[in-house]
């Protein structure tokens, strides 16, 4: 977060709390990613003994997995309709950096030949930014993350 500036000012203006708030929200997506992808795992919901397997103990855990799976769905889909309102056309881009630490303009340029240029994209992210603590304000982070 070092390369970041921390509360931008002008028309996307957020104060450092904000900021920060909105920025590690967004860099949990691949967290969140990852275990929305381990949680489908169906047999997660077994619990497996020596001497036979357990489709259920005293918490339902394929129902306790589903409920988890729904939470993590609606913290993605508030960054990804973030990052589409940010910029509909790079929201892609948009989406690999600042979901990711090490994606620099640089990176997605060459890497994933994205079509904007050095300023558009920052001024895309700023406002990325920004239009995801709007969403964090008015939605919350709906319980634990």
Request: hydrophobic share 35%; charged share 30%.
């Amino acid at each position: 977060m070092s390369r970041r500036r921390i509360g931008c000012k002008g028309k996307y203006a957020l104060g450092v709390h904000e900021f920060g708030m909105a920025y590690h929200y967004a860099l949990n997506y691949q967290d969140w990613l990852m275990e929305y992808n381990a949680l489908a795992d169906p047999s997660t919901g077994l619990r497996y003994d020596k001497d036979h397997v357990q489709t259920s103990t005293q918490v339902d855990t394929t129902e306790a997995n589903g409920i988890r799976r729904a939470e993590l769905r609606e913290h993605m889909k508030i960054v990804e309709q973030a990052a589409i309102e940010a910029d509909p056309d790079l929201y892609r881009f948009i989406l690999l950096g600042v979901t990711m630490e090490e994606a620099t303009y640089d990176i997605l340029r060459r890497k994933y030949d994205m079509p904007a240029s050095r300023g558009t994209f920052y001024d895309r992210r700023r406002k990325f930014y920004w239009v995801l603590w709007q969403h964090i304000e008015k939605f919350g982070t709906k319980g634990t993350i």
